[in-house]
T-cell receptor
């Protein structure tokens, strides 16, 4: 399973766009990139998944460059409720058969 | 998305007793379920992979005799923490996938907070 590296923490203000970048230099050809969000004392929640270029849903956008060695989760106009830990996973569809989690990025949104 | 339900949401037990945690997939058949443990301010740590009808596969360092996993049906997996001790206090989370279906992501339960006193 490809290892991922993310910033440990990020701060932002309400209404701003937040971009969280994840490095995955050893990503395999068949690997997808999946992002999860976790609030305290809750299970992770799927945000978005992509293979290449750009993917957008009602919650976020995922940008993947051509070499796929990194990816950027973009959260538009964050609110206080977006304060959470965000995990980037690389593997087969679903973040890998075992869905191994890295350290994640703790996002803190301020008023 | 699909729903995975864990029960109980929290439990307090005395040291030396056993605790069972249930993980149910409510609207899909989970051929494979995963159990995680999470300590405060840390990431999720995979404990074991549970396949329906077969023995669970445990990650290195996880005691299979202490953390008993049963996946008797396509919608239910249980984790039993045997002879619990205070160091077993943690947040336990399950996830489920239908590897024979078209779902692309793993679905997680809401977690179970175990406190051993």
């Amino acid at each position: 399973l490809a290892k991922t590296t993310q910033p440990i923490s990020m701060d932002s203000y309400e209404g701003q766009e937040v971009n969280i970048t994840c490095s995955h230099n050893n990503i395999a050809t068949n690997d997808y990139i999946t992002w999860y969000q976790q609030f305290p004392s809750q299970g992770p929640r799927f945000i978005i998944q992509g293979y290449k270029t750009k993917v957008t849903n009602e919650v976020a956008s995922l940008f993947i460059p051509a070499d796929r060695k990194s990816s950027t989760l973009s959260l538009p106009r964050v609110s206080l409720s977006d304060t959470a830990v965000y995990y980037c996973l690389v593997g087969d569809k679903g973040g890998g058969f075992k869905t191994i989690f890295g350290a994640g990025t703790r996002l803190f949104v301020k008023a | 998305g699909a729903v995975v339900s864990q029960h109980p949401s929290w439990v307090i037990c005395k040291s030396g007793t056993s605790v069972k945690i249930e993980c149910r997939s409510l609207d899909f058949q989970a051929t494979t379920m995963f159990w995680y443990r999470q300590f405060p301010k840390q990431s999720l740590m995979l404990m074991a992979t549970s396949n329906e009808g077969s023995k669970a596969t445990y990650e290195q360092g996880v005691e299979k005799d202490k953390f008993l996993i049963n996946h008797a049906s396509l919608t239910l997996s249980t984790l039993t923490v045997t002879s619990a001790h205070p160091e077993d206090s943690s947040f336990y989370i399950c996830s489920a996938r239908d590897l024979q279906g078209t779902d692309t992501e793993a679905f997680f339960g809401q977690g179970t907070r175990l406190t051993v006193v």
